[in-house]
């Protein structure tokens, strides 16, 4: 018996590849790698370092860009946020400090600096880093805790449209990528977290964390 690493519910044998068997869930939809197949630390290192590259770089730039101007249009004054996962270039902070906010780091083999957990953000971003949680409920409860209240997470990741073409699926191949989201799994998120979903479509998801959470706190 598997459970769902994301809601806990006990998950369906879903299909076999050469190399993976994969889970899906019924209750938040989420598709999963079986944990046995996750590869080690010192693996995913290695499937990173070839990752992080220079194309990689521009496509986090013209990610981040639009939606720093986006959330600068909804929430005046400078913005802090936590780049979630991977790292962007010097040149590229730089013009987010000349357009006065800040953005702080975080990389689980580069910047691992758990200081940055100590802190709440106005904004995160996880570009190409869902995929790889191999706990994502866990990895969830960081990311909530970690944003202000009506504070933004924007998330790149290639949710699952069609179930019937998972196994031909190029996004699954990468033995790095381990959990896979359908637009229903954020659905579920949004109902069950303190999280109002506002977009989901093709690889960019939007949300906004209710304010709720605040006032509750204030209260205690
Ligand atoms: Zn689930």
């Known amino acids: 018996m598997i459970k769902c690493p994301l809601c806990s519910q006990t998950a369906e044998f879903f299909i076999q590849d050469k190399k993976r068997a994969f889970y899906s869930c019924s209750q938040c939809s989420l598709v999963f790698a079986n944990p046995q197949s996750h590869l080690m630390p010192a693996a995913q290192l290695q499937r990173y370092g070839r990752a992080n590259k220079a194309a990689k770089q521009k496509q986090l730039v013209q990610f981040i860009e639009p939606l720093l101007s986006q959330i600068s249009a909804q929430q005046s004054g400078s913005l802090v946020g936590l780049n979630f996962g991977r790292v962007m270039d010097r040149v590229s902070l730089d013009k987010i400090e000349l357009a006065g906010h800040h953005l702080y780091q975080y990389d689980p083999f580069a910047k691992t600096d758990q200081q940055l957990f100590k802190q709440q953000y106005d ?72 999280f109002k979903l506002l977009f989901a479509a093709k690889e960019l998801v939007l949300m906004q964390k209710s304010s709720k959470s605040g006032i509750k706190r204030i209260l205690i």
Request: proline fraction near 4%; charged fraction near 20%; include cysteine.
């Open 123 to 194: 904004f995160i971003c996880c570009y190409r880093v869902l995929e790889h949680f191999q706990q994502p409920a866990k990895e969830w409860q960081l990311l909530s805790k970690l944003l202000k209240p009506d504070g933004w997470l924007a998330i790149n990741t290639s949710l699952l449209t069609d179930l019937n073409n998972f196994s031909k699926w190029h996004f699954k191949n990468n033995p790095t990528h381990v959990s896979f989201y359908r637009q229903q799994t954020f659905e579920y998120l949004a109902q069950h977290s303190e």
